[in-house]
């Protein structure tokens, strides 16, 4: 989707996005444990959905997650939910940043917040972790698989979750939800592909229906790794966990295998073996073999869905572009990538028709 560099590291707070920091430093004195100022403030480059900070102290450094300022959707930007899901996770021992506050108090900074630890090591753009030699690129690949088997592993009710999303129907209350918003913007166009999946998807749902703590992006730039070792820190960005689909979450993640370079990051065309990768068919077993399954009969279908709602959610960046919020170039780059996914979809659609 974009280079790295445009989403790696901080930047000076953005004007739109300027707050009281006196206010933010009186509220910390009083809701986070040990905290002692002088507080600088910076932002992150990354945290488009929410705006994400650096704070950090003579003795400290924190990350604030904010919900934009403004008018919102209904139920988006539900930094609650996170701060929520990442305080429980924390509690059962889940690699996540330590929650120190929540406040939703909108007078304080102008929206609702949550203050973090933030995690010192690394993160790579790069699902197949060209940046550590060959030799050592599996076993960043088999962190990531056991991580979410980890979470997918997790009983919900015994972590204080078990309200925290519907138990069954995921996959077919996302399929209903991005049909609708891909068919009701007609301003972004249509894609023969797109509508054919609108018309098959609901008329091949998996049969299996299982409830777990869902991440929703599960992705190696969304993960913390240890500065010199293959082991996961911090999980980050659980603005689409719910309780859903494991199979449809773990897809997600594999479906890294099947995209392009340029798109979420994908490793689809790579020599795998000679770049020291697990191929497909070896990562979808360690997942299962953790998880305690036999194989995922269905992952052509929980692939297509996935390439569809990532198509769906493209389709409504490329239609906010043509209705003047972005440029004209970006509107079409996002046209273009809009179609390639797709097409992509209905390719893995088409691999489960036979």
Not at 117 to 134: C, H, K, S, T, Y
Not at 185 to 203: I, N, S, T, Y
Not at 287 to 294: D, M, W
Not at 314 to 336: F, I, N, P, Y
Request: hydrophobic share 45%.
């Amino acid at each position: 989707m974009a280079d790295a560099h445009d989403f790696a590291g901080t930047v000076p707070v953005r004007e739109q996005h300027r707050f009281d920091q006196a206010a933010l430093e009186r509220w910390m004195a009083q809701n986070v444990e040990g905290y002692a100022g002088p507080l600088t403030v910076d932002q992150f480059k990354g945290g488009q959905s929410n705006p994400t900070y650096r704070l950090r102290t003579p003795g400290h450094s924190y990350v604030l997650r904010r919900k934009p300022p403004g008018e919102l959707l209904k139920g988006a930007h539900a930094v609650e939910r996170e701060a929520r899901v990442m305080a429980a996770l924390g509690q059962a021992g889940f690699p996540v940043p330590r929650i120190h506050g929540l406040c939703t108090d909108d007078a304080v900074i102008g929206s609702w917040f949550f203050v973090m630890d933030l995690v010192e090591g690394r993160i790579f753009w790069d699902a197949g972790f060209a940046d550590v030699p060959r030799d050592e690129r599996a076993a960043y690949m088999d962190a990531m698989n056991a991580t979410l088997a980890r979470l997918h592993t997790i009983d919900p009710k015994a972590v204080g979750l078990g309200d925290y999303g519907k138990a069954g129907g995921y996959v077919a209350r996302q399929v209903a939800r991005w049909s609708g918003q891909y068919l009701n913007d007609e301003l972004a166009g249509r894609h023969p592909a797109m509508d054919r999946l609108v018309d098959w998807l609901p008329r091949h749902l998996p049969a299996t229906d299982d409830v777990a703590i869902t991440h929703g992006d599960f992705r190696a730039d969304n993960l913390i790794f240890h500065p010199t070792e293959p082991r996961v820190l911090a999980v980050l960005d659980w603005e689409l966990s719910t309780l859903g689909d494991p199979l449809a979450d773990f897809a997600y993640h594999a479906m890294m295998f099947r995209m392009p370079p340029d798109i979420l990051g994908g490793i689809a065309g790579r020599d795998l073996a000679a770049q020291g990768l697990p191929d497909e068919a070896a990562y979808v077993q360690a997942y299962c073999r953790r998880t305690g399954r036999n194989g995922i009969g269905d992952l052509d279908f929980y692939i297509a869905f996935n390439m569809f709602r990532f198509a769906a959610i493209l389709h409504g960046v490329k239609g906010r572009a043509a209705r003047g919020t972005a440029s004209s170039a970006e509107a079409h780059a996002m046209g273009e990538r809009f179609a390639r996914v797709a097409e992509l979809a209905w390719e893995q659609a088409e691999r489960v028709r036979g």
